[in-house]
């Protein structure tokens, strides 16, 4: 289990970085945390021309904070987010989030932007940022743009970059004080992927209410209707999550978010998404 | 091939290295520091965790290159450190050792928990050794070796 | 007194090199001008090898089976009944029959060099339709995995014991069921592994490899390489974990050995774990049909069972195919007083890598079986589980007890074992537990499992001579001496893996002779420094070699008494050897003094010192080859989600009694690592396979091993019954822990969904299983 062989270029900086990446033929590749690019490197699932490593850009771990939310660089690792290094604009989300990916040995090496760049389909952080109504900077040859976290994935493991363009930073909205989430992750063993992932906030100041779910087979989605549902409600009660739950195979039925002829995936799916939504509307 | 300068136990190494060369086959190949283990060369089963800057990390989907100008420390270069010594002689008395191959990756874990997480309980304990695979001991025994090395160094310090 | 000898919990002596990461396991070896291998492998299931062809530049750093004409291809051997032998190509030779199977070697200075090449190697196929599932191999319209049998069915064997059609006949309730096991890997954190290098000053072809059999392995690399014995040597030195995975030859590291002789280099092969995943041998793969007849109360009268095993593709060597299904049938009565037994065993080759033994050999599948079984006749008639189960038990009054199945139970009070657990588990309070629903809305249930564990066997009935296969474990050896210092050493043919022997058999010496374990060195895994041994598997080396270490020291101590009683100027009779002097009564020496006087100082010697000196070679033979028994009971306590289908444990507790207890601190580390690999095999673990025959489960995302989390705290507690028939009343306690969580575990799931009317009958338990059992319970 060996990597093919590959070219490796340091970027001192973002423009370099874009630079390199523009000027490479084939498979030119940045190179964050490695904690994903290095098990497919391994694997030779992933066989690139040249990485470039984004390490030494000090640019890309910058963060900073204004009164309507926060701005994360990219190379941020997730254990800095874990250990509230990072100010946190979501009430405690963004820690809980970052605490269950993987294990601290990965935590201290895998970054914010790698992951969603990477856009495993049950990555922690893309459902997360997308129920957060949270938006990725990006940078490339052409300049710099701005994504919606809930339009960045397209399928699994590929997102809406453009050949050569980087993850700049993520946006972050700060969360009001009457806020809630709800957070849900199912699997296997502690840190594992997910089987299935739901991610619930609630911002009635904000007119803000978004269900993310999360999985293995599809790219991440938007549950509307049981977010309706949820904003309409009034705490909690059976007849709620019997509500939810319906509201959910609906949705994951219109997405083909699970094969309809899996009702353990549908029904893990839909469990989910009612227990981050009662953690949310229980807070 | 790429140069990469590395401090590995305290001493500054330069190489010249094929950008593919993993931390791991680094440590092992050139450095002849064959404590550290690979299990599964995908970032899961713990076994080649390293300490990096003072932080474990994996050191299988690390690159050599990508490593360059880290602190690393393997499974031999803790002489002198106190708490790894406890550990140790923690991991000997709860019989928290088999076949020791996963060991050296479990005492860099096991000085995170103790270093970092003072107050974790035989919970917490598991929670973070979750990715630190042991095929032998079925761990009750390093959770024995950890819970009472915290209890030591708390009691000590 | 030396008071570390057997019965002491002292730290292992092992320990400090693994701890300071000094260890020494095969990929840690390195000789200079070694190459690495690297193998290409098959992506299809079942096809026809047409051509191989090596990348241009790297003509001779690829091999294939076309070049390698002149090694002889692993060929099993057995007595079972239709036992179909079939070849184990070193590389594959005109078909693959498995995804993964090896078709070509390549070498190179880095693995990664000889992986690009492997790599790059055009091989072209023409695909067969593949067996993948055993049940369907047994068809008469499946292909062929070897064609020249008649079917894919390898070997049938029948048992039949006591009066069945009167137990028929008496019966009043008859428990019908079918259960499945999955197919697991065993999964040793360190691969298999091999280094092959030729000694030309010694013209001798060294081996180091990741193994548990030494000697074995020595015989095999030179009869399939058609070399002398004397020119081959096995080291097999640390080893990261067997647990039955590495006992047997495989097809790799024939090629390495071969292609280090063609070249003249060492050559260095390291299994990765996508290696181990997708094509290492297999296990666990059963299915037993079991119908047992009871009386009104549950007690059993009479089994009829079939137990059919899906052996994969080829007979492994030494131990051939058909080792599992006999032991399965062998042991299906568990430790019940059960009168009447007619099994049933059919192995079927499938296009899956080969199957191997892993911790328990098949007692894991028995057990789910029988256990299972049990909790489903107690529900049957009506009855608490733990209260049927002590009706069955065999009771200490009747021991020792021969099975139906002729296992010769030497001693112990099973059921005492059993309410130990019972207590510990406290069925009665889940029962009170279970009459409110929970908070949560989970479901609790309670469960348990008895079972023996047959330890240290050899040529008894259902041993291996009765198998007929090629190496029969007898006489185990060991050679201990009197270093010149007053130490001891003792080389041992067994192999340590992690169980502790260099610790547990110099406690042993340090009981027969007084030596402080500090000053004893215990050596094994080398041909070259053992006299001879089969190795360590079947929980036996404790026993075996424990046995011979004992009786060497023993032969000694007239000898130590001969020259000391001269030394001390007075009549052997007077003295004693103890405590690591020779004790008269006017004085003493030490065995420093009299090793100083056999090695350095002849002119001291009696004249009729033994011509042996100070080194004895000898044995152990044990006086009842069906080995030695040891058991015990397990209880779980379960929460099943009926939501997620998930399943946690939330009390488990172990009774265990393997006689002597050697080093309490050992034996414990052995049964609960056993438990943890026991709840991979009841929840977690499966090598799953698509209808291809490709493996689904190849990293460490789909093959889930039990972290930290996921093996909660046991209450542990021990019995010592020793055997009357090992030396010490020890038995062995490898396998034990892992035999009983699949029945437990099993049960406690079942208890959990009885108000739903199912059962779970396969393992691993998995979420989705129970999801879908939960299903059709509420849809009948
Ligand atoms: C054992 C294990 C378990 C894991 N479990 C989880 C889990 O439970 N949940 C989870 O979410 N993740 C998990 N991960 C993945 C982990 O979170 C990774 O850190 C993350 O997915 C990738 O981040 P990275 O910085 O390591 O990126 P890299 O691996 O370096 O890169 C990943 C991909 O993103 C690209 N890329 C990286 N940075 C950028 C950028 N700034 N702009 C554009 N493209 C970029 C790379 O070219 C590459 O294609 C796990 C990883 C391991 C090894
Ligand atoms: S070898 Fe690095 S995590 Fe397994
Ligand atoms: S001691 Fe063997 S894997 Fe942990």
Redesign the interface.
Known sequence: ????????A?AESLDEAVRLLAAADGDARP?AG??SL??M????IARPTL?V?L?PVAELREVSEDEDGVTIGASVVH?AIEDGEVPDPTAGLMRRAASGI?????R??GTVGGSLAHADPAGDWAPVMMALGASLGIRGPEGGRSVEADAFIADPLTTVLEPGEIVEAIRVPRLSSGASWGHCK?C??????AESLAVVVIDPDRDHCRVALAGPTHAPILLEEVAGTVADANGWSDALAGEIKDAAGRGIAAAGFADTGD??AI??HS??TVRAAREALSR | M?STTITVNGRAVTADV???L?LA?FLREHEGLTGTHTAC???VC?AC?IM?DG????S????A??A?GTDVRTVEGWDGDGTMATIRDCFRKAHAVQCGYCTPGML??AY?IVTRLPGADRDRIR??L???LCRCTGYIGIVDAIETAIAEIEGGS | MNDRGVGASIPRKEDDRFLMGTGEFTPDVRIAGMWHAAFNRAPIAHGRLLSVKAPKGAEGQVFSSADMADIKPIRSTASFPGFKGADFPVLARDKVRYAGEQVAIAVAP???EA??IA?AIEVEYEALPAVVDMNDGREPSAALVHDHWADNVCCETEFANGALEAAKEAAVHTVHRRFRMARQTPFPMEGRGTLAHYDSRLDELVVWMSHQLPHPMQRGIAHFLDLEINRVRVICPDVGGGFGLKTHLDGETMAVCWTSLRLGRPIKWVQ???EHLICDADCRNHQYTMTAYTDEIGKILGMEVECVVDAGAYSPWPWPIGVEAATGVGNLQGPYTVDALKGRSVTVCTNKPPSQPFRGVARPGACFTDELTMDAIARTVGREPWEVRLDNLVPPEAMPYDTVTRKHLDSGDYPEAFRRCVAAIDPEAVRERQRTPEPDGRLIGVGFACFYEQTAYGTGPFGYSAWGIELVPGMEMATVKLTPDGGLWASVGIQCHGQGLETTLAQVATSELGIDPDRIAIRHGDTATAYAGTGTYASRSIVVAGGAVAQGCRELKPRLARIGAHLLQCDEAEVAVENAEVRGPGGSVSFAEIAEAFYHHPENLPDDTDRGGLTVTTGYNDKVHGGVFGFGAHGAVVAVDP????VEILDYAIVDDCGTRVNPLVVKGQVIGGYAQGIGNAL?EESDYDENGQPLSV?L?DY?V??A??VPDIKYDYMESPSPYSTMGIKGVGESGAIGPVGAIGNAVNDALKGLGVEIAETPIT??RV??AI?RGRAS
């Open positions: 289990m060996k990597p093919a062989p590959f070219d490796y340091r190179l490695g904690q290095g098990p490197l391994n694997l030779r990485l490593d390490s254990s993987a294990y601290r040995a990965v201290n090496r199912l296997v063993k502690p840190g594992d992927f009702r353990y029904n893990v469990t989910v | 790429t094929e950008p593919r993993s086959d060369e995908h970032g713990g965790t990096l932080r474990p990390a994996r299988c989907i690390t690159l290159v990508a360059h860099a874990t995170d929670l973070e979750s990715g630190n | 880095t693995r990664a992986e690009d790599d990765d774990r996508l939501e997620t289908g998930q977690y990293t995302a889930h039990p972290a989390p996921m979420p989705r999801f879908d299903e």
